[in-house]
């Protein structure tokens, strides 16, 4: 499939530049194109990403545990796939082969429904991958995709119980907020990522700097992009201007409580929405806080329970930060940013869950599985 991706190189891009064209004449958002767009390095990491994934190790048949009862019952509990598993989703065509490789590795079929947007583009994905795995030996239709712009088809996919056994939206928050209000199939909620960095008063002002630059400006249009920055008040003075300077210079818009202001009179005013809001571009809200029990309650408050990032050389404070902080993945001095199946070591991702039932944070193979009980015996009964 890896293989099949590259030789296609040029019919995904052709099909992805009208995409992209029709995107800007609709007016999309730059951050929106961004994760439209496609180029010869995209489909080379997704490429690479396929590569990665088939070099795991396979999850399928994987002994979890296991026991023997005292009436000699042997009891296994062993990883087996999910099934078929749909996946909706928006405007980033990557997400249709990592998709793919990591159901198809778990043993299970997929059915893909993108974004309007990248539909050209998906199509041509789609056809590269399934005609990889028919010539290595599977059905050709253990990749799919629901090849319309229709959101009736999506509403109606959402109802194929039976057919689907779990659903995975991908999204912005309407779209996960319609899967999980709408769908009658079973549905792993991925989140959007409200994600904050906490600068705390111990902190290496420097090793902070490059976390808050990388963590906003590295590629804003992401769920584990920075999207709030919490500052302690004793080093506010010294770290926000020079803050203020290396964002401004990477194209920053920032917008900030009355004591950010006051230390940074380019900045807006901070409404209530902002503290809420996953911006998704170039826009970073600004927080000055009193202690680490101030930054803690505005991240509980306003956070989405995705990555949230403390900097600090204060051990208390960073295990403080861990053990509180309710979120699928916490950070102590790093960015964000490594939020991804790919930075985890997982090769790809289906997505980043964060809700709490069955999978949280990246979701890879294992998180694509289920298991069941295998139970041997000798002619045992109850």
Same mark, same amino acid.
């Given at each position: &499939? ?18 992209? *064209?029709?995107?800007?004449? !609709? ?20 490429? @690479?990403?396929? =590569? ?15 026991? =023997?009862?005292?009436?000699? +019952? ?61 010539? *290595? ?16 088809? #999506?509403? @109606? &996919? &959402?109802?194929?119980?039976? +057919? ?38 111990? #902190?290496?002002?420097? &090793? ?10 590295? !590629? ?27 964002? *401004? @210079? ?8 009355? %004591? $950010? ?20 571009? +170039? ?12 930054? +803690?309650?505005?991240?509980? %408050? ?17 295990? =403080?930060?861990?053990? @509180? ?11 964000? !940013? ?31 599985? $289920?298991?069941?009980?295998?139970? !041997? ?6």
């Amino acid at each position: &499939m890896a293989d099949a991706l590259s030789k296609a190189a040029a019919d995904i891009l052709a099909a992805n530049s009208e995409d992209v *064209a029709r995107a800007r004449e !609709r007016g999309v958002s730059g951050a929106m194109l961004d994760r439209l767009a496609l180029s010869e390095a995209r489909i080379g990491g997704m490429a @690479e990403g396929l =590569r990665q994934v088939a070099a795991l190790p396979d999850p399928v048949g994987q002994v979890l545990d296991g026991w =023997r009862r005292p009436n000699g +019952l042997a009891i296994s509990r062993v990883r087996v796939p999910l099934g078929v598993v749909g996946i909706i989703y928006e405007a980033r065509p990557n997400v249709t082969s990592d998709a793919a490789a990591l159901c198809l590795k778990a043993g299970n079929a997929c059915l893909l429904r993108g974004g309007s947007e990248a539909l050209q583009s998906n199509v041509a994905i789609v056809s590269a991958l399934a005609g990889a795995a028919e010539r *290595a030996g599977l059905p050709r239709e253990c990749v799919q995709l629901v090849a319309s712009a229709d959101r009736a088809d #999506a509403a @109606e &996919m &959402m109802r194929l119980n039976g +057919l689907i056994d779990v659903l995975i939206p991908r999204g912005g928050a309407g779209l996960i907020r319609s899967v999980v209000e709408n769908a009658t199939v079973p549905v792993i909620e991925t989140g959007t990522g409200n994600c904050h960095t906490y600068v705390d008063a111990s #902190a290496d002002l420097d &090793m902070a700097l490059e976390i808050v630059v990388n963590a906003k400006c590295s !590629r804003p249009s992401v769920c584990n992009a920075m999207e709030t920055l919490l500052v302690h008040e004793v080093i506010a003075d010294e770290f926000l201007p020079m803050a203020a300077e290396r964002l *401004a @210079e990477a194209g920053v818009e920032l917008r900030g409580c009355e %004591r $950010t202001r006051a230390l940074v009179p380019t900045a807006r005013p901070a409404s209530d929405e902002d503290w809420d809001t996953e911006y998704l571009d +170039l826009i970073l809200a600004v927080r000055v806080v009193d202690d680490l029990d101030e930054a +803690l309650g505005h991240i509980e %408050r306003h956070g989405t329970r995705h990555s949230e990032a403390i900097v600090t050389a204060d051990y208390t404070a960073a295990e =403080r930060f861990c053990a @509180e902080v309710d979120a699928a993945a916490v950070y102590v001095n790093a960015s964000t !940013r490594f939020t991804d199946g790919f930075e985890f070591g997982f090769g790809a991702e289906v997505g980043i869950s964060n809700q709490k039932l069955h999978a949280r944070g990246p979701m890879g193979l294992s998180e694509l599985t $289920t298991y069941k009980y295998v139970v !041997r015996g000798s002619g045992q009964v109850r």
